[in-house]
Antibody, heavy 121, light 107 residues
Framework: QVQLVQSGAEVKKPGSSVKVSCKASGGTFRSYAISWVRQAPGQGLEWMGGIIPIFGTADSAQGFQGRVKITADESTSTAYMELSSLRSEDTAMYYC??????????????WGQGTLVTVSS | DIQMTQSPSSLSASVGDRVTITCRASQSIYNYLNWYQQKPGKAPKLLIYAASTLQSGVPSRFSGSGSGTDFTLTISSLQPEDFATYYCQQSYSTLRAFGPGTKVDIK
């Protein structure tokens, strides 16, 4: 059974950075992409970016370019999302999700439990 | 970037009702469209991928259709456990995007 287990909640000051981890088990880590999705309180889902561990290549949404760094460590089957220059609007639940490719499309079939990041002075 | 819209943003329905949610993409995404269900405090759950393929374990009252820019999610007979928020998501572009969501609540 595939599981994605994320690191615990974080409280950060404005202007600082946060790094969230997502450890995969029960599947072949390098065979799938991992995406990061966030959800501000009471708001919808926002795709932030993703990485294909086997290639180490990452993409990010336009609104996060320059602030988000997505990496993966195959040796520990763990993906990481680091967000810098934090502001209050970054307060949100952050999810990782396994991104399964079929043909030219993909879908998110397994999700982490979420990591709450609170940005407050 | 591809933009996704959904309508309605919310709806009220009764158990047993047929419910239809619409999703529209800003350009053709062929059939690279997924649907998710999210309940409060929980991670989203995949319902349908490739516009109309039911994910394993998802009840058959859920169905999806459409291609190009216009898609629908239909719940044939709403059950108490279906009250939730539903999101569409495109995977045509490597820059994935979700729709804004449709909240289904009890009438």
């Amino acid at each position: 059974q595939v599981q994605l287990v994320q690191s615990g909640a974080e409280v950060k000051k404005p202007g600082s950075s946060v790094k969230v981890s997502c450890k995969a088990s029960g599947g072949t880590f390098r065979s799938y992409a991992i995406s990061w999705v966030r959800q501000a309180p009471g708001q919808g889902l926002e795709w932030m970016g993703g990485i294909i561990p086997i290639f180490g290549t990452a993409d990010s949404a336009q609104g996060f370019q320059g602030r988000v760094k997505i990496t993966a460590d195959e040796s520990t089957s763990t993906a990481y999302m680091e967000l810098s220059s934090l502001r209050s609007e970054d307060t949100a639940m952050y999810y990782c999700a396994r991104d399964v490719t079929y043909g030219s499309g993909s879908y998110f079939d397994y999700w982490g439990q979420g990591t709450l990041v609170t940005v407050s002075s | 970037d591809i933009q996704m819209t959904q309508s309605p943003s919310s709806l009220s329905a009764s158990v047993g009702d047929r419910v239809t949610i619409t999703c529209r993409a800003s350009q053709s995404i062929y059939n690279y469209l997924n649907w998710y269900q999210q309940k409060p405090g929980k991670a989203p759950k995949l319902l349908i991928y490739a516009a109309s393929t039911l994910q394993s374990g998802v009840p058959s009252r859920f169905s999806g259709s459409g291609s190009g820019t216009d898609f629908t999610l239909t719940i044939s007979s709403l059950q108490p456990e279906d009250f939730a928020t539903y999101y569409c998501q495109q995977s045509y572009s490597t820059l994935r995007a979700f729709g804004p969501g449709t909240k289904v609540d009890i009438k």
